[in-house]
């Protein structure tokens, strides 16, 4: 019985994160805030679509910046296409929307990392 309704909550689980908002990132922040703002160009994942040219791919391994640099990049825009966010976010959603996307890149990694062993 108990294995019936183990299965049943996992089932569960897994309908909350076909969801938009899987039930286990809603805790972060800056995921609205990107998916609002951001994902049109980036991507719901942080995979640049193909109007945002030379975006970085920010699930890739080789991607890093300072988190203060991805402030300023969402505070005054970047390159021709990204405009500055200053007047539609304040700093803490700046902060928040940064460290989203700085954990994009974590959790790709540890997609990857997961060896299908780990999985229950
Ligand atoms: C209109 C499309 C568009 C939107 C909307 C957009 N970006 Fe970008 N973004 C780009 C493009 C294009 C680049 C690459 C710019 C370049 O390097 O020339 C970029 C670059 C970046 C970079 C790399 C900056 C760097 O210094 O290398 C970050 C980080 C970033 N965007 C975050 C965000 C966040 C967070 C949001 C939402 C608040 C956002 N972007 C919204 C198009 C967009």
């Known amino acids: 019985m108990s ?7 996992m089932i569960a689980a897994a309908m909350l994160c076909a969801a ?4 286990q990132d809603e805790e972060k922040p800056g995921r609205e805030i990107f998916l609002a703002k951001c994902s ?8 640049p679509r193909r109007i945002a040219k030379g975006a970085p791919n920010f699930t890739d391994p080789q991607w890093a910046l300072p988190l203060e640099e991805i402030e300023h990049s969402v505070r005054e825009g970047k390159g021709e ?5 200053k007047a539609k976010l304040d700093a803490e959603q ?3 929307v940064a460290l989203f996307v700085q954990s994009l890149k974590t959790d790709a990694l540890a997609r990857t990392n997961a060896k299908p062993t780990d999985r229950k």
């Open 81 to 85: 296409d990204m405009k500055g966010f």
């Open 94 to 96: 700046i902060k928040n």
């Open 20 to 23: 938009p908002l899987c039930a």
């Open 40 to 47: 049109k160009c980036h991507g719901k994942n942080g995979v």
């Open 3 to 9: 294995r019936l309704l183990s299965a049943m909550a």
